[in-house]
């Protein structure tokens, strides 16, 4: 089992930055896919970013390329989602996710190859 907790969520304007982390523990030794996902009331959970355990490899949404930055640091199981020129749209619970599958990259948006998730972060961007 791996325990994911997502931290840096909050209240920001408008052109503003955040950064989330998510802190992962348990069974960290296995190499993991990590993504991030967001959600609004009433909407489907939706894809943002994902990371590779090794290379870098990375995907982002079209909605939020070139404004946000996945990264991770494996020493300390800890992924993070920078997040600048944030918009009101942005506004989401935003989650943190992880599978062990050995899968093709490109497959890594799809949010249900994802085996834990973390609690959840509220980010909101005020106009």
């Known amino acids: 089992q791996v325990q994911l907790v997502e931290s840096g969520g909050g209240l920001v304007q408008t052109g503003g930055s955040l950064r989330l982390s998510c802190a992962a523990s348990?069974?960290?030794?296995?190499?993991?896919?990590m993504g991030w996902f967001r959600q609004t009331p009433g909407k489907e959970r939706e894809f943002v970013a994902t990371i590779s355990w090794n290379f870098g490899r990375t995907l982002y949404a079209d909605s939020v390329k070139g404004r946000f930055s996945i990264s991770r640091d494996n020493a300390k199981n800890t992924a993070y989602l920078q997040m600048n020129s944030l918009k009101p749209e942005d506004t989401a619970v935003y989650y943190c996710?992880?599978?062990?599958?050995?899968?093709?990259?490109?497959?890594?948006?799809?949010?249900?190859?994802?085996?834990?998730w973390g609690q959840g972060a509220q980010v909101t961007v005020s106009s």
């Open positions: 996710a992880a599978t062990p599958k050995t899968l093709a990259f490109s497959l890594a948006t799809n949010r249900d190859l994802y085996d834990y």
């Open positions: 348990g069974r960290t030794f296995r190499p993991y896919v």
